[in-house]
């Protein structure tokens, strides 16, 4: 069964070093999703990605974010100078329409230290 | 604001008891309504989707029912197996696409 896949799954920093998240969607899908879980807390948006630009952003994603797909495949979160606060489990997510069924992948943790 | 309630926040259960999780939305206009199962440290998956014309789903021992007048959902467990120890997140999506969560509700069944 096709699956998002994520890289790294855990990562640890150190404050105000930049960290890149890799995601792979599912092959025919066409939006892009990052969202963000610290600890206990619930699933938030980050920002969302189609047609090679971001469709929409949340005031998380803020000017030390930002998203690309280089390649075609890949999906990536790029933090350019982490904070202590940006510890959380990442998930990026992906679907073939815009409506349809959001596939998640299993995470990424990032903890700044 | 498209707001997504869920209650109870946590709940324990034993072994082959069913259980009912709650959830209230304020979104509008709503398009559709997903329940996730989301297992510790793991991506949430998708049990259920219902639009506004369908009151109840099921998937297996889950089921899921929505009152669109009322604005609210719930999802039954049917006799509790300890792999449904996890979080349930209801996740609402209006006409524009956009998604909204609700916190979760952590059940952890006991054997």
Same mark, same amino acid.
């Given at each position: 069964e096709p699956e998002v896949t994520q890289t790294p799954s855990h990562q640890v920093t150190q404050m105000g070093q930049e960290v890149i998240l890799r995601c792979v969607p599912i092959s025919n899908h066409l939006y892009f999703y990052w969202y963000r879980q610290i600890l206990g807390q619930k699933v938030e948006f980050l920002v969302s990605f189609y047609n090679n630009e971001i469709s929409e952003k949340s005031e998380i994603f803020d000017d030390q974010f930002s998203v690309e797909r280089p390649d075609g495949s890949n999906f990536t979160l790029?933090?350019? %100078?982490?904070?202590?606060?940006? %510890?959380?489990?990442?998930?990026?997510?992906s679907r073939w329409g815009a409506t349809g069924e959001l596939f998640f992948g299993e995470g990424s943790r990032l903890t700044v230290l | 604001k498209n707001q997504? $309630? +869920? =209650?109870?926040?946590?709940?324990?259960?034993? $072994? *082959?008891? &069913?259980?009912?999780?709650?959830?209230?939305?304020?979104?509008?206009?709503?398009?559709?309504? @997903?329940?996730?199962? +989301?297992?510790? *440290? @793991? *991506?949430?998956?998708?049990?259920?989707?219902?639009?506004?014309? $369908? &009151?109840?789903?099921?998937?297996? @021992?889950?089921?899921?029912?929505?009152?669109?007048?009322?604005? +609210?959902? =719930?999802?039954h467990i049917t006799a509790s197996q300890l792999s449904d120890s996890a979080s349930y997140i209801c996740v609402v999506s209006a006409n524009d696409y956009k998604l909204s969560f609700g916190a979760g509700t952590t059940v952890t069944v006991r054997a």
């Open positions: 790029k933090i350019r %100078s982490t904070k202590l606060e940006d %510890s959380a489990m990442y998930f990026c997510a | 997504v $309630e +869920q =209650s109870p926040q946590s709940l324990i259960i034993l $072994e *082959g008891k &069913n259980c009912t999780l709650q959830c209230n939305y304020t979104v509008s206009p709503f398009s559709n309504l @997903r329940w996730y199962k +989301q297992d510790t *440290g @793991r *991506g949430p998956v998708s049990l259920t989707i219902m639009t506004f014309s $369908e &009151n109840t789903k099921s998937n297996g @021992r889950y089921t899921a029912t929505l009152d669109a007048d009322t604005k +609210q959902s =719930s999802l």
